[in-house]
Antibody, heavy 120, light 112 residues
């Protein structure tokens, strides 16, 4: 059974940093591209960042480019999102998601999310 | 960026009745490989989104056959043939042809 468990969220001051983790199990983690997506309270869904199975290629939304860094540790089956220079508008639930191998434009499994609150 | 527009934004449906959600994109989602990268997700209350439909009309594993997707190019539709109580939540379309991936605003489905 595929499981994705996010952690690392919490309350942080404007301008601060957090590192989110996503522990994966139930599939061969090193074979799949992964994604971070976020959802502000009561709002819709926003793609944040993706990286390839090897971690060699990364992509970012313009809203986080230069502030967030996605990475992975394949031997540890873990995905990360380093978030720096946090702003109030970064407040959201952050989900990690696994690329759907049969249709690589989308994700087939999402974690339950971790809440990041940025406040002054 | 590709903009995804869903209508309606909310829907109240009697159990057993059909429901339909429209999703339009500002660019064609047809890839040169012949596949169209349009996805539908359902976010049930208090849960993360779950994949329902991929590539316009293919149901993901375990998704009931009362859910169906159709469309092409820039115009797509999700249909629920007979709505059940467990179908409540917010439905999102998403394009998977370009980065950044973009989602529709969501359509909230509730039961009358």
């Amino acid at each position: 059974e595929v499981q994705l468990l996010e952690s690392g969220g919490g309350l942080v001051q404007t301008g601060g940093s957090l590192r989110l983790s996503c522990a994966a199990s139930g599939f061969t983690f090193s074979s799949y591209a992964m994604t971070w997506v976020r959802q502000a309270p009561g709002k819709g869904v926003e793609w944040v960042s993706s990286l390839t199975d090897s971690g060699g290629t990364t992509h970012y939304a313009d809203s986080v480019k230069g502030r967030f860094t996605i990475s992975r540790d394949n031997p540890k089956n873990t995905l990360y999102l380093q978030m720096n220079s946090l702003r109030a508008e970064d407040t959201a639930i952050y989900y990690c998601a696994k690329l759907y191998a049969s249709s690589p434009g989308g994700s087939d499994f999402w974690g339950q999310g971790t809440l990041v609150t940025v406040s002054s | 960026d590709i903009v995804m527009t869903q209508t309606p934004l909310s829907l109240s449906v009697t159990p057993g009745q059909p429901a339909s959600i429209s999703c339009k994109s500002t660019q064609s989602l047809l890839h040169r490989n012949g596949k169209t990268y349009l996805y539908w997700y359902l976010q049930k209350p208090g849960q993360s989104p779950q994949l329902l439909i991929y590539e316009v009309s293919s149901r993901f594993s375990g998704v009931p056959d009362r859910f169906s997707g159709s469309g092409s190019g820039t115009d797509f539709t999700l249909k629920i043939s007979r709505v059940e109580a467990e179908d409540v939540g917010v439905y999102y379309c998403m394009q998977g042809i370009n980065l950044p991936r973009t989602f529709g605003q969501g359509t909230k489905v509730e039961i009358k």
